[in-house]
């Protein structure tokens, strides 16, 4: 006869998927740019498939959780509005305009005059090109620009014309 240990075959393959979980869990980093999964994820500022790897975005907040965009410049308008965006513990992650790599976003130049996905027009290159920008002068343009997307309600009054018999 066999003796039991607590733990026969069937407890024991109940309990896989929950290891298994486990274990992938333990897999995720708290720091740097997170997977994302190519035209199914959307941007977090305007709802848009994130498709091109060439101009998304990621910021990783002081909580570490990921908030994704497909175009940098949502990213930046995104990030003006949270309290915490500017702590040295936020991570600023760009997609490379040649190579489509993560890159650093404060430490990326940015080249002006790109066809991007919400039309920001920024792309981020590692290396210095005739006029290109730094982070803070990118984000100055993009917060002068503001929203390029019908993603946020207009912060001005609707245009109320009348009709005059």
């Excluded at 720091?31 to 977090?44: D, M, S």
């Amino acid at each position: 006869m066999c003796q039991h240990h607590g733990l026969n075959r069937r407890r024991f393959l109940a309990l896989v998927p929950g290891m298994v979980v486990a274990v992938s869990a333990c897999g995720q980093s708290s720091t740097g740019p997170a997977e994302i999964k190519w035209g199914r994820e959307t941007c977090e500022y305007c709802g848009m498939i994130i498709d091109d790897p060439h101009f998304a975005a990621q910021v990783r907040g002081p909580d570490r959780k990921v908030h994704k965009f497909d175009d940098l410049g949502d990213a930046v308008l995104w990030m003006a509005k949270q309290g915490w965006a500017e702590d040295a513990v936020t991570e600023f992650w760009v997609g490379g305009l040649e190579s489509g790599q993560w890159t650093d976003g404060r430490k990326a130049l940015y080249i002006d005059g790109q066809h991007t996905p919400m039309a920001h027009g920024f792309g981020a290159v590692m290396e210095g090109r005739s006029g290109a920008l730094d982070y803070a002068a990118m984000k100055k343009a993009v917060m002068t620009k503001g929203s390029t997307s019908r993603c946020e309600p207009s912060e001005t009054a609707p245009n109320t014309t009348t009709r005059d018999g």
